[in-house]
């Protein structure tokens, strides 16, 4: 555990505004924006990390949370998304594009057994689809593409579909992961450090006393990850993982295990921060729509196309406080 930053007072008042404030945003408003309109708030936050979670077009519970962070940020009052609103149109003048499925797509589509002794067998755990790689790419809820897409069948994807998603400026392109990427302490980054506010399932994203960043996340439990100030000791990407039915239940390893290999389907995700001990840390996953509405057995969850935003803000020796 480390000493507590001087600034964490003002940390508990900036977080506090927000847990007051969130649930009235867009409580005003005199008509309900469309589901473009949202959707163009949706990017834009993300635009800036300030992650709503999967985009789907709905003013849900982390898009709110999102832009009270943002706005946070910005010294203005956490409701207040008029301003919000008016800069996405300005910064987001099409929220909408398509994506052509391509050849090159189709390399990272595979089977993943549901046994894991099998799984352990592979030298990678790929997406099981199109409509999958293509979600995550654009980090879109897949219910939500098909909404956005009714003339195709996305189980049935083939090359030269033409896909309408998200007009993401962050996209997440696999195809660009640097594989086996061990990430040092760099003097720019290591006095970022990572708020993780466990009743609001966000992490909040810090340099001094400035936010820089927040993203919805899935924290494990308590005996798991004790509430304390912590370190992230290693960080890097494609991670594979040691699944340990012993240490997933009680928090202790066992001789039992399966070693999963890397790939967007394993447990983990494509980045892992270990902060504490083995196997603790901050991490991907392959469940990215079940961030912030579930429990993980052990760790802090994130999407993929956020945890491989942390190494822009986190590297070993930042500071890591769970409440």
Avoid at 40 to 69: C, E, M, W
Avoid at 88 to 111: C, K, L, M
Wanted: glycine residues 6%; proline residues 7%; charged residues 20%.
């Amino acid at each position: 555990m480390v000493s507590s930053p001087p600034y964490r007072s003002l940390l508990r008042r900036l977080l506090g505004i927000i847990v007051v404030t969130c649930s009235a945003i867009h409580s005003t408003s005199a008509k309900p924006p469309d589901t473009t309109e949202i959707t163009r708030l949706q990017v834009f936050l993300d635009n800036h990390h300030f992650s709503p979670g999967s985009i789907d077009g709905q003013y849900g519970t982390f898009t709110k949370r999102a832009l009270a962070y943002y706005n946070t940020q910005q010294q203005r009052k956490p409701s207040d998304w008029r301003t919000a609103h008016s800069l996405s149109e300005q910064q987001v003048p099409i929220a909408f594009v398509t994506h052509q499925i391509t050849p090159e797509d189709q390399r990272w589509i595979g089977t993943v057994p549901k046994d894991l002794g099998n799984q352990a067998k592979l030298r990678a755990l790929p997406y099981t689809s199109l409509v999958e790689y293509v979600a995550e790419r654009y980090h879109a809820n897949q219910r939500f593409l098909q909404r956005l897409n009714p003339q195709l069948d996305l189980d049935r994807l083939k090359s030269g579909d033409l896909v309408v998603v998200p007009n993401v400026k962050h996209v997440f392109r696999i195809e660009a992961m640097p594989r086996s990427k061990r990430y040092r302490a760099h003097a720019k980054r290591v006095d970022c450090y990572a708020f993780i506010n466990t009743k609001q399932r966000m992490a909040g994203l810090y340099r001094g006393t400035k936010l820089v960043a927040a993203f919805p996340i899935t924290h494990g439990r308590a005996q798991f990850v004790p509430r304390g100030d912590w370190k992230i000791q290693t960080m890097l990407t494609t991670p594979s993982f040691r699944w340990d039915e012993r240490m997933l239940k009680e928090g202790q390893r066992s001789e039992s295990f399966h070693l999963l290999p890397p790939g967007p389907n394993n447990p983990v995700g494509i980045l892992w921060a270990g902060i504490y001990k083995p196997g603790i840390g901050l991490h991907g996953t392959n469940s990215p729509e079940t961030i912030g509405r579930a429990h993980s057995a052990g760790c802090i969850r994130f999407a993929n196309w956020d945890a491989i935003r942390l190494p822009k803000f986190l590297c070993p020796g930042s500071a890591v406080i769970v409440r």
